[in-house]
């Protein structure tokens, strides 16, 4: 078996393009991931037009905040690109220089300032969105309501305060701000007191009858009153998220990226090499003359299974050291990190032999081996609850047939403690094997016609 | 080397009908035919590369050695890493003077170092043969061996065989070529259609050849051969 082994990485070597594929891919994959997980997602282009003035103050419960601080908070979520008309803000949109366009009217701060007076008005900002790419324009409207929904729940906050305010005039009194001017408000516990006071002095009848009711009333006010205080400030927030995490843990976003990484590395490379070797035994001529008596069919297929598993393993833990320029990973865990690619790779690779036993030429196996395992990685990334029930079940199925998300999983739980137990991951990739390796055997019986 | 009475099915269509004959020590055997006689499925059966459905092969103590139509060996290795790792799984105590041996059989030795896929024909088939001696065979199958050979190196090829059944080698080729094989062989196996319609020398066929088709018995031989072939109802 050593023999064909050598053979086989004498031929590796001998394919430039195939070896520098090997070695280029994981690399790259490496300097891509490392990026993404050790930088944040950057900021949308955003073109502002602001024609607030700029003297314009946002007054609500007694702060007055310079209307510049809105467009501080803005651009804060937003790479914001300043236009000077409308027109421009459009071009801007419609070439693509900017994802959306925000424009802020001239009387955006006089109206949200109404919200906190007796007459309120309807603050508006128009946005103008290129929805020929709706996957952007998705984006974009997802970045530019969340925006939105933070200055209403901010603006909510403050018209809570506000209402509150003018509540608690209403039960204890005090001065109401009118015109520049001031009006006097009893308020409903001074009223009670008074008709209390009042109320001895009247003569019995149906006249103290009825102001004994209406101090009832002002009483049974003021004191009810005081609790809605509290309600008017939930209406700003009424639900609040509490996040449990139950039914297992989820690793961390970095970790599963890395993990996806390593385990697309190791399945193409597994799969695609170990398929093309097999085929190419075939394309040679080479299989009837080997298994004539030199080696039997399943030497043969163990061997081919090493060779992905060596070659899997090398070029998967290239990468990870390729990310540990980026990321630090748990290097104590190394002994983890190696039963899941062995076994992993093992799994994926007997899953190749059974794809380069069904074909003939090496070409039609590599397209063969990317068909099924690129659809099957995509599959195996999709999370429960993202599609309907019925299909998530059969995507499921799918992917429990195929050895990529044992694998993922397998390499999630040795990356990091915590990602879940990786023995399950590896007995089922252990069955995959051994499943794909009894195929394979079945297939290459096809290679002794002659 | 003895065959008795071997069938071969694909499917509905029978292959070989009950082909029996024998070679003995040191005897160049042609196994001749138009395409689709049955030539390479009689050999990879002999070969032991596919069963037979019926009948049996007697192979003696010796190894059997076979070299295919098409060139099994790896294209992107060097000839002599080719054969190296043929030696090597042939078990050779010393597979390195193995190598040699070969090489220097094949007369290409100063092209050890070579990717084989870069060879001529001619000499990818030479190493197709070598490789098929590195068992030591006392029987060689060669199935069409000059199928793409220039003349000289089709003389080169025949002179190397033949060196081989001078030496005690039986050895059995599949061919397409008349006249090769009347030149070459000892005995003529003809097949068609998978039924062996005679077994003898040259000198036989073309006896029989005038005893069947007589009006062709006096053309050149090729000639006279289809013409048998067609008296006999292929």
Same mark, same amino acid.
């Given at each position: 078996m050593r023999w064909l082994l050598l053979k086989d990485l004498q031929i590796l070597r001998r394919s430039p393009l195939q070896a520098v594929l090997l070695v280029a891919y994981p690399v790259l994959i490496a300097v891509l991931v490392g990026l993404a997980v050790s930088r944040g997602p950057e900021k949308p282009r955003v073109a502002l037009l602001n024609e607030v003035p700029a003297n314009a103050r946002v007054s609500l419960s007694g702060k007055k905040l310079p209307s510049a601080n809105v467009q501080r908070r803005i651009c804060a979520k937003v790479e914001c690109v300043h236009v000077g008309s409308r027109e421009e803000a459009q071009d801007k949109v419609e070439s693509g220089d900017v994802l959306a366009a925000l424009i802020l009217p001239e009387d955006l701060v006089n109206k949200i300032n109404s919200l906190s007076t007796l007459s309120p008005g309807t603050p508006k900002v128009e946005?103008?969105?290129?929805?020929?790419?709706?996957?952007?324009?998705?984006?974009?409207?997802?970045?530019?309501?969340?925006?939105?929904?933070?200055?209403?729940?901010?603006?909510?906050?403050?018209?809570?305060?506000?209402?509150?305010?003018?509540?608690?005039?209403?039960?204890r009194g005090g001065n109401l701000p009118v015109l520049g001017g001031g009006v006097h408000v009893l308020g409903l516990q001074a009223s009670a007191h008074i008709l209390e006071a009042i109320e001895p002095a009247l003569p019995n009848g149906p006249l103290k009858v009825a102001l004994s009711q209406v101090t009832e009333f002002a009483n049974?006010?003021?004191?009810?009153?005081?609790?809605?205080?509290?309600?008017?400030?939930?209406l700003a927030q009424p639900i609040t998220v509490e996040k449990v995490a139950v039914g297992g843990s989820s690793p961390p976003l970095e970790t599963f990226a890395i993990a996806v990484a390593a385990t697309l590395t190791l399945a193409f490379v597994a799969v695609l090499l170990v398929a093309g070797s097999l085929a190419l035994e075939r394309e040679e001529n080479a299989f009837p003359r080997l298994t004539r008596g030199l080696v039997s069919?399943?030497?043969?297929?163990?061997?081919?299974?090493?060779?992905?598993?060596?070659?899997?393993?090398?070029?998967?833990?290239l990468m990870l050291a390729g990310l540990t320029i980026f990321v630090p990973l748990e290097w104590d865990r190394f002994g983890l990190w190696l039963a899941a690619i062995v076994v992993g790779g093992a799994s994926l690779a007997a899953a190749g032999a059974a794809l380069g036993a069904a074909a003939r030429e090496v070409r039609a196996v590599s397209l063969l081996a990317f068909m099924v395992t690129l659809p099957v990685a995509f599959l195996s990334l999709v999370p429960s609850g993202t599609v309907g029930t019925g299909l998530y079940d059969v995507i499921k199925v799918i992917t429990a047939l195929f050895p990529f998300k044992p694998a993922l999983e397998a390499i999630t739980s040795a990356l990091e403690a915590g990602n879940g137990s990786i023995g399950t991951p590896l007995l089922h990739l252990a069955i995959l094997a051994f499943a794909y390796a009894a195929i394979a055997r079945l297939a290459l019986r096809r290679f002794t016609r002659v | 080397m003895q065959a008795r009475e071997l069938v071969k099915r694909f499917g509905d269509r029978e292959a070989l009908k009950g082909v029996s004959f024998a070679a003995a020590a040191g005897e160049l055997v042609a196994v001749i035919g138009p395409n689709g006689a049955g030539k390479t499925t009689l050999l990879s059966i002999l070969a032991g590369i596919q069963g037979a459905d019926g009948g049996e092969v007697e192979t003696g103590d010796g190894a059997v050695g076979w070299v295919p139509q098409q060139a099994a060996l790896y294209r992107r290795l060097t000839v002599e890493e080719n054969l190296m790792l043929f030696a090597r799984l042939e078990k050779h105590e010393d597979p390195l003077a193995s190598v040699e041996e070969m090489l220097e059989l094949t007369g290409l030795g100063e092209?050890?170092?070579? @990717?084989?896929?870069?060879?001529?024909?001619?000499?990818?088939?030479?190493?197709? @043969?070598? @490789?098929?001696?590195?068992?030591?065979?006392?029987?060689l199958l060669l199935d069409e061996p000059s199928v793409g050979l220039d003349p000289r190196q089709r003389a080169r090829l025949w002179e190397f065989v033949s060196g081989l059944a001078v030496r005690g080698t039986t050895v059995i080729f599949s061919t397409h070529d008349i006249q090769e094989a009347e030149r070459y062989g000892n005995r003529m196996l003809v097949l068609a259609d998978g039924e062996a319609l005679f077994d003898g020398s040259a000198s036989e066929l073309r006896e029989a050849v005038r005893t069947e088709a007589p009006e062709a018995a006096d053309r050149d031989f090729e000639t006279a051969f289809v013409a048998y072939l067609h008296h006999r109802g292929h």
């Amino acid at each position: 078996m050593r023999w064909l082994l050598l053979k086989d990485l004498q031929i590796l070597r001998r394919s430039p393009l195939q070896a520098v594929l090997l070695v280029a891919y994981p690399v790259l994959i490496a300097v891509l991931v490392g990026l993404a997980v050790s930088r944040g997602p950057e900021k949308p282009r955003v073109a502002l037009l602001n024609e607030v003035p700029a003297n314009a103050r946002v007054s609500l419960s007694g702060k007055k905040l310079p209307s510049a601080n809105v467009q501080r908070r803005i651009c804060a979520k937003v790479e914001c690109v300043h236009v000077g008309s409308r027109e421009e803000a459009q071009d801007k949109v419609e070439s693509g220089d900017v994802l959306a366009a925000l424009i802020l009217p001239e009387d955006l701060v006089n109206k949200i300032n109404s919200l906190s007076t007796l007459s309120p008005g309807t603050p508006k900002v128009e946005v103008l969105v290129n929805e020929s790419d709706p996957l952007k324009a998705s984006v974009v409207g997802d970045k530019i309501e969340a925006l939105l929904a933070q200055a209403n729940l901010a603006l909510a906050k403050r018209i809570a305060v506000e209402g509150g305010r003018y509540l608690n005039l209403v039960i204890r009194g005090g001065n109401l701000p009118v015109l520049g001017g001031g009006v006097h408000v009893l308020g409903l516990q001074a009223s009670a007191h008074i008709l209390e006071a009042i109320e001895p002095a009247l003569p019995n009848g149906p006249l103290k009858v009825a102001l004994s009711q209406v101090t009832e009333f002002a009483n049974q006010a003021g004191e009810n009153l005081d609790i809605a205080g509290p309600l008017i400030n939930r209406l700003a927030q009424p639900i609040t998220v509490e996040k449990v995490a139950v039914g297992g843990s989820s690793p961390p976003l970095e970790t599963f990226a890395i993990a996806v990484a390593a385990t697309l590395t190791l399945a193409f490379v597994a799969v695609l090499l170990v398929a093309g070797s097999l085929a190419l035994e075939r394309e040679e001529n080479a299989f009837p003359r080997l298994t004539r008596g030199l080696v039997s069919s399943a030497a043969l297929l163990g061997e081919k299974v090493l060779l992905g598993i060596v070659v899997g393993l090398v070029v998967t833990m290239l990468m990870l050291a390729g990310l540990t320029i980026f990321v630090p990973l748990e290097w104590d865990r190394f002994g983890l990190w190696l039963a899941a690619i062995v076994v992993g790779g093992a799994s994926l690779a007997a899953a190749g032999a059974a794809l380069g036993a069904a074909a003939r030429e090496v070409r039609a196996v590599s397209l063969l081996a990317f068909m099924v395992t690129l659809p099957v990685a995509f599959l195996s990334l999709v999370p429960s609850g993202t599609v309907g029930t019925g299909l998530y079940d059969v995507i499921k199925v799918i992917t429990a047939l195929f050895p990529f998300k044992p694998a993922l999983e397998a390499i999630t739980s040795a990356l990091e403690a915590g990602n879940g137990s990786i023995g399950t991951p590896l007995l089922h990739l252990a069955i995959l094997a051994f499943a794909y390796a009894a195929i394979a055997r079945l297939a290459l019986r096809r290679f002794t016609r002659v | 080397m003895q065959a008795r009475e071997l069938v071969k099915r694909f499917g509905d269509r029978e292959a070989l009908k009950g082909v029996s004959f024998a070679a003995a020590a040191g005897e160049l055997v042609a196994v001749i035919g138009p395409n689709g006689a049955g030539k390479t499925t009689l050999l990879s059966i002999l070969a032991g590369i596919q069963g037979a459905d019926g009948g049996e092969v007697e192979t003696g103590d010796g190894a059997v050695g076979w070299v295919p139509q098409q060139a099994a060996l790896y294209r992107r290795l060097t000839v002599e890493e080719n054969l190296m790792l043929f030696a090597r799984l042939e078990k050779h105590e010393d597979p390195l003077a193995s190598v040699e041996e070969m090489l220097e059989l094949t007369g290409l030795g100063e092209r050890r170092g070579e @990717i084989v896929a870069r060879l001529s024909g001619g000499n990818q088939q030479r190493i197709n @043969i070598a @490789i098929g001696l590195l068992s030591r065979p006392s029987v060689l199958l060669l199935d069409e061996p000059s199928v793409g050979l220039d003349p000289r190196q089709r003389a080169r090829l025949w002179e190397f065989v033949s060196g081989l059944a001078v030496r005690g080698t039986t050895v059995i080729f599949s061919t397409h070529d008349i006249q090769e094989a009347e030149r070459y062989g000892n005995r003529m196996l003809v097949l068609a259609d998978g039924e062996a319609l005679f077994d003898g020398s040259a000198s036989e066929l073309r006896e029989a050849v005038r005893t069947e088709a007589p009006e062709a018995a006096d053309r050149d031989f090729e000639t006279a051969f289809v013409a048998y072939l067609h008296h006999r109802g292929h």
